[in-house]
Structures are given as C-alpha cells and as structure tokens.
C-alpha cells in the first residue's frame, strides 16, 4: 500500500506543493501535548455530549427559531428532513474503490448522509434516523480499510463522519456501539494519522485542502473521544493542530485560494468546524483563526463573483449562480456585512446547510450594509483581476486570471478572462475540470512536455486535456501542438493597475507562461464607465514567425457580420456586439470547443463540451502584434 501511495503522490505531487515557500507565522505557538490535557483538565464539558459542534442548547434555539417561522431555519429543516427521509430509504452503503482505485466513495457519501440524519434525529428526536447511522457505521467497521495507507484524505473524513455521529449520538449509542465505533476510528484514521504524521507524510504539510480536511477530520475523532485515552488523543490532537497553520497560513493575504471556489468550501469545511470543535472542548483555537488571510477569507466567495455567477478556477466546477460563504466566518469574526450576504444568497438560493443552521444569529442579519469588494479588484495570490461597472445585476463585469500555473488543481489558464453583462454570462474563462478518474488527468504531462521537440503524444497527461489546456480556455495559443500550450510552471503577474474617471484597466504581464514561444507578452482589461463596453487587448513579440489563436468560450448564439471582424452574440434576447479593432486584417470564426485544427491526442479521453462554441481569430504567420476586441452589450 505505501508503494500505492508514493507511486501516486509521484504522479500528482506537481500540483500540491506549488507556493511552497510560506515561512510558518510567528504569532502561533507549537501546541504540546501538555497543553491539551491542560484545557481539557478545566474544561466543561468533560464528559458532555453533544460538544463538539453544538450543544443541546443550540439544538433548542434551532427548534424555536423554526417554530417561529424564520425564513433560513425553516429552509434548512424542511432539506434536512426530505434528504434525510430519501436516505432512510436507500441501500446501506458498500466498500468499493473509484475507478483510479484510490478513493472509497462510501466513505464520502456518508459524510453528504450523516449531517442530515443527525440533524433531524436532534431535532425530532426520531430514533430511525440516528439507528441508520449505527447500522452503516456497523458496515464501516467491515470496511478493509478507510483508505489510510493510500488515499488519507479518505481517513480524514472518515474521522469526521466518527466525530459527528459519535458525539451527536452518544446518548443514544449502546457501550458496545460506542467501542465498536472507537476501534474502527483508531485502526483506521487515528493510529496511521499519528504515524504518519510523525513521519511528515506530504499531506500533512500541503498548503491545500488535504491538509485543513486530514488533520481536521484527526483533531475532531480525537477530541470526540479524548476521554478514552487522555494522553494518547492529546498527542495526536497536538501534532494535528501543529500541522495545520501551513494550510491557514495560504489564504495569506487577501483570504484568496489557489484552488478555487469548490476546494475553498471543501476544505474549510472540516477546518473551520475543527476550530469549532477546539474552541468549544479547549476554550481556543490556539490563534488559527487569527491569521490575516484566514480572516479574510469568508469574503472570498464575494470577491470571485460577477453580477450573474461565481467564476470558477482550475478544476473548479462551472457555476450557474453567485456562491455562498459560511456563517461560521460572521459568527467568528463578528462580521454583520457578511453575515447579512449570507443571508441574502441563502434566501435567494433557497438553501441552508446544516453549519449554517448552528452559526446563524438572525440579529446579526438586520441592518442593509453596503457591499465590501470595489469595483475595480485585485486578489494578491491568485492574481485575479475584475473590473464591473455596478452592483446590479445587469452590470458589466470583466476578470482576467493570473497567477501560478502550478497552483494546486490549477490549469493552464493564465491570462484567461470571464465576461457577464446585462444579467448573462457571455464569456466562460474555464469550461471546469474533466473526470479525475480518465487516465492521465493527475499525470505530469512528459510525453511530450513544454520544451520538447517531440511533437507526438506517447502517453496521456494531464495537459492533455482540452478542457485544462490554454486552448480550452480564453487564452492566446501560440503556434499549436500536443504539447501543453502554456508552460506548466510559469507565473503571471500584474504589471499595471489605471483607475480613472472615466476608465479603468489592469495589465499582466504573461511572457512567463509563453517562455517558448515569446519574448514578451502582456493582456489588458479595460471597463469603459460610461458605454459599460470592456476591451481585451493582447501585446506580444513573438521569438519567431508564429501561428497565432485567439479564442472565447460561450454559450450564446454567434452571428458573424458581413465584414467578419464583429460578431453579434445572443442569448435569452440579450445582445452583445463583439468587434476586432486590431489587427485591421483579422476576421471572427467559429469553432467547436474543442482541440483546434489538426491536433491529436490519441491516448486523452476527453468529455464534450455540450452547449459551448468558440468565437476565434487565426492569424498564421507573425512576428509582433497588437490583438484588441471589443465587447459592447446591446
């Protein structure tokens, strides 16, 4: 199984230890095992369950506010009781691997199932609902393993999914239940976690969401059942906990995430209901939450978002609306403004999850707080760059991405824009990821690689793929092959920022991803205030005579006027005029979004693209050049 596991971190490290150079923060204090059983030695609620998540005191408000009619409770029980009644109606779940033979999807699912069935077994007292738990956490124990020793991250929430049903359902569970849950907790997660953590495995000290989801899932087993073992749950809850500023320490500074909006929420998750945890059984979180990014980063959903939708970055899936952020953040940070966009987006979305359901305070709801993100943005980091012309819904919005390319799940993606207008989505920067279980997607792409001079495909990479590729984005391709069309390692940066009066603009500088190809290269945005018209202009010289691809990814209906250089775009009766201002010769056409001519990649499975074109400009054969498009809503 080790074997497994280093063949597989050899094939996908590249992506996790990108930015690996964050210095550890000297604000937090490596915690000791001494110091946990300190706090747990004056603690409260020694002995106490539920005390991880909520009390039974929250559970009782929870009950009043929904029998009281508060809009966000009521959303959230009425979910919580129709998936939880589905579920009581579905087959226990079963051992097996995912197609890369690497994940337990079980383990997963159940952690989707668990908090619906705890919620509604606490709020109705229903005892159905908490005898599911017990019964699948009897097929868990038969499991042959939680995926310690191959794929941890499956460890992890499997250590959650024990922390959650152990401590909701301590009443409830019988001695042997209990010691029948403990011994898979420890065989399972708690033992190789603290073997492997002693060891420093990888996971242990990413800067990306194994490292918030494996050590959160080990802190809350461990506090979950710190009475059974004191001195052995505080040694492995302290090498937790030490563990994890590596990961705070990413959102540094402007509470951004390399890995987009879905890895964001996914990791914090568990990270933020772990502090939860600490600060509810030890009093603190040890200063975690104190991290400059980290209390930033429950704006980060805002600061990604168009008027229409979220964008979504690397192997971020497409988004069809604005994304959420979590109460927890309002609740721990005291932030009103943000607790009143949670509100907005929960009741416009018509959803609420079981977190949001214990952190949510309808007085921190009541005042109408103007928007914190400007209209001209810049997340450091992540290099993202928006510019929108209004906070309503039809506003004109532009971003264009930059940043690292090997950024954890990243693309080749850098310089790629995004554009929405008049309340639709008229350019998608990223297509979002394709199956992580085609062979290939978490390969380093050698075979041919950026600088080689092979131009064949010999075996499948993860640079293959359109949908990862530069042409499989809003990005400039230089002089087309199978090998990856943006270097795998180049970095994009911002070059200038203009914030005027009646324009506004920002300038990053891509020579670094082109290195092959060019010797230097920048792309601007530019919003126009007052006809709300953007501009996407393009500046290379290229090192020799190339072919040239510039290319938009949309949804809409393109008609290509007579003179060829606009383009009418159309969709839900909404217009958007597209124009080539430069160069004065160059023509629009339509393309499938798919690889560009005479590419082929023989050994990729791709996934269609259904529903998506592609508005291009071929220009064969040049040196220097200028590229400016124009886009105007109708």
């Known amino acids: 199984m080790i074997n497994t596991l280093f063949k597989y971190i050899l094939n996908i490290g590249f992506l996790f230890f990108a930015n690996d150079s964050l210095a550890q923060n000297s604000n937090f204090t490596p915690v000791t095992a001494k110091m946990i059983q300190e706090r747990l030695s004056v603690s409260e609620v020694v002995n106490i369950h539920p005390r991880l998540f909520f009390s039974q005191d929250d559970i009782h408000r929870i009950r ?67 005898r599911r738990i017990v019964n699948q956490f009897k097929k868990l124990n038969d499991f042959p393993d939680w995926g310690a020793n191959r794929h941890f991250l499956d460890a992890g929430i499997g250590g959650f999914d024990f922390a959650l049903a152990y401590d909701a359902l301590y009443a409830f569970l019988t001695a042997e239940e209990k010691k029948m849950m403990r011994s898979a907790v420890l065989k399972n997660v708690l033992i190789p976690g603290k073997e492997q953590l002693q060891k420093k495995i990888w996971w242990s000290t990413a800067n990306h969401n194994w490292n918030g989801i494996c050590n959160g899932g080990i802190i809350m087993a461990a506090l979950s059942m710190y009475e059974e073992d004191p001195k052995e749950m505080s040694e492995i809850i302290a090498l937790a906990i030490n563990a994890l500023p590596k990961y705070i320490q990413s959102f540094d500074p402007d509470g951004q995430s390399d890995e987009g909006l879905m890895y964001w929420g996914y990791g914090l998750m568990y990270t933020t209901i772990a502090m939860e945890s600490m600060q509810r059984v030890l009093g603190t979180s040890f200063g975690l939450d104190q991290f400059t990014g980290f209390k930033k980063t429950g704006w980060f959903p805002a600061f990604v978002s168009g008027p229409v939708s979220s ?4 192997d971020d899936p497409i988004k069809n609306g604005k994304s959420r952020t979590f109460f927890w953040f309002a609740k721990n940070n005291n932030d009103t403004a943000l607790a009143k966009m949670q509100y907005d987006l929960c009741k416009e979305t018509n959803e609420m999850n079981w977190m949001d359901m214990l952190y949510y305070n309808p007085k921190m709801v009541t005042s109408n707080l103007k928007n914190n993100i400007p209209l001209e943005n810049h997340i450091h980091g992540i290099e993202l760059m928006s510019l929108r012309s209004g906070w309503d819904n039809n506003a004109s919005f532009i971003s264009l991405h930059g940043g690292y390319n090997n950024a954890n799940h990243g693309h080749l993606d850098a310089g790629s824009f995004d554009l929405q207008a008049n309340g639709e989505i008229w350019a998608y920067g990223n297509l979002g990821r394709d199956e992580y279980t085609y062979p290939g997607y978490f390969s380093k792409t050698t075979l041919p690689s950026y600088v080689d001079t092979n131009l064949t495909q010999s075996d499948a990479g993860r640079w293959h793929f359109y949908r990862l590729r530069a042409e499989g984005k809003n990005c400039l391709v230089f002089n087309p ?6 270097n795998e390692m180049g970095i994009a940066t911002l070059l200038n920022k203009n914030i005027g009066i009646n324009e506004s603009s920002f300038t990053i500088d891509l020579t670094n991803c082109y290195t092959r190809d060019v010797s230097s290269y920048t792309r601007k945005i530019l919003l126009n205030k007052s006809t709300t018209a953007m501009t996407v202009k393009d500046e290379f010289v290229s090192k020799d005579t190339s072919i040239v691809w510039w290319g938009m990814h949309t949804k809409a209906d393109i008609t290509i006027r007579p003179e060829s250089n606009s383009a009418l775009l159309q969709q839900n009766g909404k217009k958007m005029l597209v124009t080539i201002k430069s160069p004065s010769n160059a023509v629009f056409q339509v393309l499938d979004a798919s690889y560009l001519p005479d590419e082929l990649f023989p050994f990729t499975r791709n996934s269609l693209n259904v529903g998506f074109k592609k508005l291009a400009i071929h220009l064969p054969k040049v040196l220097f050049e200028k590229i400016e498009v124009i886009f105007q809503p109708q």
């Open 64 to 130: 009043k506010l929904n029998e009281q009619g508060d809009t966000l409770i009521h959303i959230g029980y009425l979910q919580n009781q129709i998936e939880a009644s589905k579920i009581l109606k579905e087959p226990l779940l079963s051992y097996y691997l995912d197609e890369a033979k690497l994940r337990v999807p079980s383990i997963h699912k159940f952690a989707v199932q668990l908090p619906h069935l705890v919620m509604m077994y606490q709020l109705t007292g229903d005892t159905s609902f908490a």
């Open 311 to 314: 964008l979504n970055i690397g």
């Open 481 to 486: 092959t199978v090998r990856p069309d943006q």
